[in-house]
T-cell receptor, first 113, second 110 residues
Framework: DTEVTQTPKHLVMGMTNKKSLKCEQHMGHRAMYWYKQKAKKPPELMFVYSYEKLSINESVPSRFSPECPNSSLLNLHLHALQPEDSALYLC????????????FGPGTRLLVL | ELKVEQNPLFLSMQEGKNYTIYCNYS?????LYWYRQDPGKSLESLFV?????AVKQEGRLMASLDTKARLSTLHITAAVHDLSATYFC??????????FGPGTRLSVLP
């Protein structure tokens, strides 16, 4: 099973809302990633969890808060987002950080009104 | 600051032709990745190149890495329509950061 799942597929939220994105993998991978992708742009790495510890935070605003409850799950908590945060949010996992193929989930398309 | 460039940004080619996409990066790294993205879809990992001189092939695609020149190539052989997609390279700066190139939008015409 080489599947990474993400929920929800689509999300519309207001600037005062709190919501969470969820990512799950059951491949035994020890690295998980959050990316943000705006339309017609390359993905930007937001967070990397390696062995359930945050190893890179690419200077992402604090309104994005990652959480890794266990080795299979990755959450991204959203609070007080801005319209410019509207994007496709992609989760990925790999066996080891960076050294291996990354498997991507289908993404959550987020619209902030 | 790590910068990654791709050339060309747009590529329209006929089926059956060969072509090469280039990926240049600005700092020392020996880890480079190629991805494919179809419109409205997620990313698919194509190749992971982890050392100087690494060459990997899958079907009509072949990727290589020259760390001294800070250059990777993605060669397409006898293109088919199914290869139409956006291709990204990405470079890992030893875990310090991870940067994607701007992408090459490939269109293969019959």
């Amino acid at each position: 099973d080489t599947e990474v799942t993400q929920t929800p597929k689509h999300l519309v939220m207001g600037m005062t809302n709190k919501k969470s994105l969820k990512c799950e993998q059951h491949m035994g991978h020890r690295a998980m990633y959050w990316y943000k992708q705006k339309a017609k742009k390359p993905p930007e790495l937001m967070f990397v969890y390696s062995y359930e510890k945050l190893s890179i935070n690419e200077s992402v605003p604090s309104r994005f808060s990652p959480e890794c409850p266990n080795s299979s799950l990755l959450n991204l908590h959203l609070h007080a987002l801005q319209p410019e945060d509207s994007a496709l949010y992609l989760c990925a996992s790999s066996q080891e950080p960076y050294q291996e193929t990354q498997y991507f989930g289908p993404g959550t398309r987020l619209l902030v009104l | 600051e790590l910068k990654v460039e791709q050339n060309p940004l747009f590529l329209s080619m006929q089926e059956g032709k060969n072509y090469t996409i280039y990926c240049n990066y600005s700092t020392t790294s020996d880890r480079l990745y190629w991805y494919r993205q179809d419109p409205g879809k997620s990313l698919e990992s194509l190749f992971v190149l982890l050392s100087n001189g690494a060459v990997k092939q899958e079907g009509r695609l072949m990727a290589s890495l020259d760390t001294k020149a800070r250059l990777s190539t993605l060669h397409i052989t006898a293109a088919v329509h199914d290869l139409s997609a956006t291709y990204f390279c990405a470079v890992d700066n030893y875990g310090q950061n991870f940067v994607f190139g701007p992408g090459t939008r490939l269109s293969v015409l019959p």
